[in-house]
């Protein structure tokens, strides 16, 4: 995920989804994820202290400065590179389970009381972002 002042996805010339300031969320379905994988990953996001407070400390969350939330599904966040050039994706979840547990994470993080816009599942798309700071976090599954 990337702390962000805006992010937008693009799908066929269109934007698909939008947000404002606060988190840009490229989510990776791997095999064994389910729904309280989902769940909880969504309540650590809500909850992480990534944002600065009053005196330059990471002490805010989304949920604390009201911030957005850009949820993308990529699938190629689970590559293996361990052997050869190639990356090998067998360790992504099926698109058939992959886009229900998407599906649960946007839920779940909305249900936390943050406003989610989403990407495509499976298209092709462009997403432009303003990166602040930059922040960059990777969260495995709790």
Do not use: H, W
Not at 56 to 72: I, P, Q, Y
């Amino acid at each position: 995920m990337q702390r962000i002042r805006r992010a937008s996805v693009t799908v066929d010339g269109a934007v698909v989804g939008a947000c404002g300031a606060g988190l840009a969320i490229l989510l990776g379905v791997g095999d064994g994820d389910g729904d309280a994988t989902a769940e909880r990953l969504a309540g650590k996001v809500a909850r992480l202290r990534v944002f600065e407070n009053e005196d330059g400390r990471f002490d805010r969350s989304l949920l604390d400065t009201g911030g957005e939330a850009l949820v993308v599904s990529q699938f190629t966040l689970i590559a293996d590179t361990r052997k050869g050039n190639r990356p090998s994706f067998t360790g992504a979840a099926a698109p058939e389970v992959a886009e229900p547990l998407y599906e649960r994470f946007c839920s779940a993080l909305e249900a936390e009381g943050v406003r989610v816009a989403r990407g495509a599942f499976g298209a092709r798309m462009e997403v432009e972002l303003v990166n602040d700071g930059p922040v960059t976090i990777v969260l495995d599954a709790p």
